[in-house]
């Protein structure tokens, strides 16, 4: 049973910075393509950045030169580092991979 578990997720100014993690168990990862979503209440949840297994990267608008995600697949661990945060940023975030969904961590940035 693969299993994602995130982390990081907290309350920060805006303008600072978080750096999320998500833990996967199983043998997903290595050759998963794996993303960040985020959701806020009322509206969709959406696609903010993605990695495939070779390491190339997909980042919505949103998140162009904010966001950096990443993986180590010794680690079996997906991250998303971001900088610049705005209050827009607030959602709880997801990572997700072969329709396996994590439990999210929640990201709040006070203006």
């Known amino acids: 049973q693969v299993q994602l578990v995130e982390s990081g997720g907290g309350l920060v100014q805006a303008g600072g910075s978080l750096r999320l993690s998500c833990a996967a168990s199983g043998s997903i990862f290595s050759t998963a393509t794996m993303g960040w979503y985020r959701q806020v209440p009322r509206k969709e949840r959406e696609l903010v950045a993605a990695i495939n297994s070779g390491g190339s990267t997909w980042y919505a608008d949103s998140a162009q030169d904010r966001f950096t995600i990443s993986r180590d697949n010794a680690k079996n661990t997906l991250y998303l580092q971001m900088i610049s945060l705005k209050p827009e940023d607030t959602a709880m975030y997801y990572c997700?991979?072969?329709?396996?969904w994590g439990q999210g961590t929640l990201v709040t940035v006070s203006s």
């Open positions: 997700a991979a072969q329709g396996v």
